[in-house]
């Protein structure tokens, strides 16, 4: 066969793989990458013929590749259900790994588009262990590269665990994510919601919840956007945050608007929103470059502070510093103390070597001012609002603890003897300026300067 006879059989062959009318995979292969710059990688790979015969499955049911995004280089792998409902054999997980791989040796990140119903059974053990090999692949290239995942429809079995080690995982809200059966957990378990995106959001497997493709598309290329240094702003750097006062004077305020005021355009990307909601952890960007923040949003537990330990790990890993925003009155008491957990989160700050700089914005007492990045457990630099509260236990009870004595024997009101104390205590003992005086924060700061101070400290730790 002659050189133009082969072109155009190759020419023939690709179409019938990508169909007259294209898949729901390449559709959102083609919402993900900029126009014109995705190249597929390994189209005409097939499985080997079993007993049951060879199957003739396009694209082996997974479009493979790489391409421009926001003119970042990535990676990705997008499962096609129209194709033997996406299911898993043992060459499809060959075209993953290898997709996996070419990502880990260009140092860019991957994107893993879910949407399949399970491992093709004709091909048994060999098709099993493509799902190991995916599994294994996946985790070997954690830490190097950043990768991003998509349930789009069922993602079921050892697939399930491909979302919960990724970076950034989102589910449409319609998408199913489970390790066993949800008809199986509801006989046994009474739980309505297993399997369904939403318990997914709530357990901290995924970061979002989304109504469309093209919104679950949209937010994997904001969160490339903040690991590829592209955030383009024209925010001004020394812009005064005056609003912050306001915002912190409020009873029960909510910490997102104190990292809205500071970040470039009021933008931030949220992880984990509908997991332990009582710490925030979410990615900005300051002077257009891009930074973790680990925000207190109530009191702390242990699933705050696996959740925050985990982001900070993933921060030092891409090399993104973290911003820590403190106020906290400590560990909450749970019904069952999970000490192994809360540790995580110290531990995540004394060995992550990314900058790190820590602003108290009201409490910060006992173990919590230790776990929050205190000078002595990993910040580079610790600022704290006038407001601050800095000591060993909270002023209610540090007051009375010291002092139980002298309000027993105050004359007149016990009650306004307490309260008097306690004021005394927060004007001294908790006091920022206390710990200023011992080095343990490096300066009181104006609240209307915090964007400039973050911006500056920043831009001081760049090479660190």
């Known amino acids: 066969m002659d050189l133009k006879s082969r072109t155009e059989e190759v020419r023939s062959v690709r179409a019938t793989i990508e169909g007259s009318s294209k ?4 559709k959102r292969i083609e919402l993900l990458f900029d126009e014109g710059t995705f190249v597929e990688i390994g189209a005409f790979v097939k499985q080997r013929p079993t007993e049951y015969g060879a199957v003739d499955a396009a694209a082996e049911s997974v479009v493979t590749g790489y391409g421009a995004v926001n003119g970042v280089l990535v990676f990705a792998f997008s499962q096609d259900v129209s194709v033997m409902k996406g299911a898993i054999s043992e060459m499809n997980a060959e075209k993953i790994c290898n997709i996996a791989e070419m990502a880990r040796k260009a ?10 119903c399970g491992v093709r059974l004709h091909e048994g053990i060999d098709a099993l262990a493509g ?5 294994a692949k996946l985790n070997s290239v954690a830490g190097e590269i950043v990768h991003a995942s998509v349930v789009f429809g069922i993602c079921a079995g050892a697939m399930s665990f491909v979302p919960a080690i990724a970076d950034y995982s989102v589910m449409t809200k319609s998408a199913e994510l489970f390790l066993s059966s949800p008809d199986v957990v509801k006989a046994r378990f009474g739980n309505e919601n297993a399997g369904t995106a939403e318990e997914a959001y709530k357990n901290g497997t995924v970061s979002a919840l989304c109504d469309s493709d093209e919104e679950a598309v949209a937010k994997i290329k904001e969160f490339i956007s903040y690991t590829g240094d592209v955030y383009v702003t024209e925010d ?12 912190i004077s409020q009873p029960n ?14 933008r931030v990307l949220e992880l984990s929103a509908g ?11 300051i002077d257009c470059c891009p930074v973790g923040v680990v925000a207190n949003n109530g009191a702390l537990t242990s699933a705050a502070a696996e959740k925050a330990s985990r982001f900070i790990a993933f921060c030092d890993n891409c090399g993104i510093a973290v911003l820590t925003l403190v106020n906290t009155d400590g560990f909450a008491c749970e019904n069952r103390e999970n000490i192994a957990n809360s540790a995580l989160l110290v531990s995540a700050y004394v ?6 700089v820590t602003l108290v914005i009201g409490k910060a007492y006992g173990s919590g001012y230790i776990s929050m990045c205190s000078k002595q457990t990993g910040a580079d630099i610790v600022y704290a609002y006038p407001c601050a509260e800095i000591a060993a236990l909270p002023a209610e009870t540090g007051a009375v603890f010291m002092c139980a004595q002298q309000i027993a024997q105050t004359e007149g009101d016990p009650i306004e003897g307490r309260d008097a104390i306690i004021a005394k205590y927060r004007e001294t003992i908790a006091s920022p300026f206390e710990a200023a005086k011992r080095g343990h924060v490096d300066d009181i700061i104006d609240i209307e300067t915090t964007r400039q101070l973050i911006a500056s400290s920043f831009g001081m730790l760049a090479d660190k």
């Open 275 to 285: 997991y332990a909601e009582n710490i925030v952890t979410a990615l900005i960007s």
């Open 131 to 135: 799902y190991g090999k995916i599994i």
């Open 236 to 247: 001004d750097i020394n812009r005064l945050t005056p609003e912050i006062e306001n915002i």
């Open 253 to 266: 305020y909510d910490v997102r608007d104190v990292i809205r005021s500071v970040a470039d355009d009021g």
């Open 351 to 356: 060995n992550a070597e990314i900058p790190k």
């Open 107 to 116: 140092h860019a990140p991957l994107v893993s588009m879910l949407d399949s």
């Open 23 to 26: 898949s729901a995979a390449r």
